[in-house]
């Protein structure tokens, strides 16, 4: 599809269990971001990937949660010992070019995903 | 304080209404804006940036005071369809876009 896309739509999993979220970006889209959203809350950002530079992961929460990128393709974001706190909607989002760029930013359509 | 700060609503207005959304930031250094859309349990879309002159699309005006930190939305004539949260969202140089809470909207026939 033409669009960013997100697996898996939905996840159940247990408190402690590590889950991994992945993102498929906009084919040729440099830019790639993570942002998570609680119920009824905005939008957190969490990590930023940009091409090849070093990813601005400031938004992070703890060190339980780490993402990769390869090139400017698929993205993972790992959760582990997952938390009931972790329960929200994982957004990714990919952009044609940096932030500077200061373009619209394209939303897949989320992984939500529940702690029990 | 929080970066960008909007009024939750829920704004519930009749059909034909017009109505305002108003969100301010702290960061004065701020550089680019953006109002999102954003329907239940779906992601958000780009709206219409914000530009320093103020700017109309349709139905909808957006306006910036700098000098103020603040935004806001207008939107005319207001139809069933336009019921949604709008995120207000700003750049502010230093990382990826940080998005406001939101504002629902519910237009009520």
């Known amino acids: 599809g033409a669009g960013v896309s997100q697996s898996p739509s939905n996840k159940v999993t247990e408190k402690g269990k590590d889950v991994e979220l992945r993102c498929d970006p906009i084919?040729?889209?440099?830019?790639l971001y993570w942002y998570r959203q609680r119920l009824g809350q905005g939008l957190e950002f969490l990590i930023y990937f940009q091409g090849n530079s070093a990813p601005d992961k400031s938004g992070l929460p703890s060190d339980r949660f780490s993402a990769e990128r390869t090139g400017e393709s698929v993205s993972t974001l790992t959760i582990q010992r997952t938390q009931q706190e972790d329960s929200a909607v994982y957004l990714c989002?990919?952009?044609?070019?940096?932030?500077?760029?200061?373009?619209?930013?394209?939303f897949g359509e989320g992984s939500r995903l529940t702690v029990l | 304080r929080k970066e960008v700060e909007q009024d939750p609503g829920p704004f519930n207005v009749p059909e034909g209404a017009t109505v305002a959304f108003n969100c301010t930031y702290s960061?004065?250094?701020?550089?680019?804006f953006f109002w999102y859309r954003q329907d239940c349990r779906k992601e958000p879309k780009l709206l219409m940036s914000v530009y320093s002159s103020g700017n109309e699309d349709g139905r909808f005006t957006a306006q910036l005071n700098r000098a103020s930190q603040y935004i806001s939305l207008l939107i005319r004539d207001s139809k069933l369809s336009d019921s949604a949260t709008y995120l207000c969202v700003v750049s502010t140089g230093r990382r990826a876009l940080t998005f406001g809470s939101g504002t629902r909207l519910q237009v009520q026939p």
């Open positions: 084919s040729g889209h440099t830019a």
């Open positions: 960061n004065s250094a701020s550089q680019s």
């Open positions: 989002a990919s952009s044609p070019g940096p932030w500077e760029w200061a373009g619209e930013l394209f």
